[in-house]
């Protein structure tokens, strides 16, 4: 879904263009300044992590500013989790990753593609909603004896975030920064590295 945003006044003219992709968005005054703000999801990990059915895809909120429309921190920001919700959280990830004794496969990590993606999608949940340090603590809680690669897992987990224009300013609001691009890196990388706090 495209979405064509204009304006009426003294010139008819188009202020905006709205790539909602897999889903539709919704207009809606959320500040009461008789501005629709634009809800709807980030799509940018479909098919990064697993099939598109299990992606994550967290919701994000765009208001109108400077002649453009860009994240609304304030408007997506929330009181962080109780410590049981929390607990709670990082049960429910859990259980996604334990097998049952009628099951002949082995359950995927989260790092290998095609897995279950419940711990990206709720360490996603969690930082676009301010709490990327909950994120990162439930990644730590969460990750299995095991499961290998964890550090690269993590780093291709943040790599994606910053890639995402709507990851990278929620990352940023929160006070963490990504690392400079490496100049080695091949022309066109999207490589952002592992978060780093201010």
């Known amino acids: 879904m495209t979405y064509y945003v204009f304006e009426l006044g003294e010139m008819?003219?188009?202020?905006?263009?709205?790539?909602a992709e897999h889903a539709?968005?919704?207009?809606?005054?959320?500040?009461?300044?008789?501005?629709?703000?634009v809800q709807m999801r980030d799509w940018h990990y479909a098919y990064e992590l697993t099939s598109f059915?299990?992606?994550?895809?967290?919701?994000?909120?765009?208001?109108y500013a400077g002649g453009q429309y860009e994240?609304?921190?304030?408007?997506?920001?929330?009181d962080p989790p109780t410590d049981e919700e929390l607990t709670g959280l990082v049960q429910e990830v859990r259980d996604a990753y334990k097998k049952s004794e009628t099951e002949g496969d082995e359950i995927k990590s989260p790092g290998v593609w095609g897995g279950d993606a419940s711990l990206w999608d709720t360490m996603l949940e969690l930082t676009y909603k301010g709490h990327l340090d909950l994120a990162m603590q439930l990644y730590d809680a969460c990750w299995q004896?095991?499961?290998?690669?964890?550090?690269m897992d993590m780093d291709h987990f943040w790599d994606l975030v910053g890639s995402s224009p709507y990851g990278r300013a929620l990352v940023e609001a929160q006070g963490y920064e990504f690392p400079e691009a490496d100049p080695d890196e091949e022309s066109g990388s999207s490589k952002s590295g592992t978060v780093i706090s201010h």
């Open 12 to 19: 008819f003219h188009q202020v905006a263009t709205i790539e």
């Open 24 to 37: 539709d968005a919704s207009f809606d005054d959320l500040d009461g300044n008789n501005i629709p703000v």
């Open 53 to 63: 059915a299990g992606s994550p895809a967290p919701d994000v909120i765009l208001r």
């Open 71 to 78: 994240v609304a921190p304030d408007l997506m920001f929330t």
């Open 145 to 151: 004896k095991d499961w290998e690669t964890k550090d």
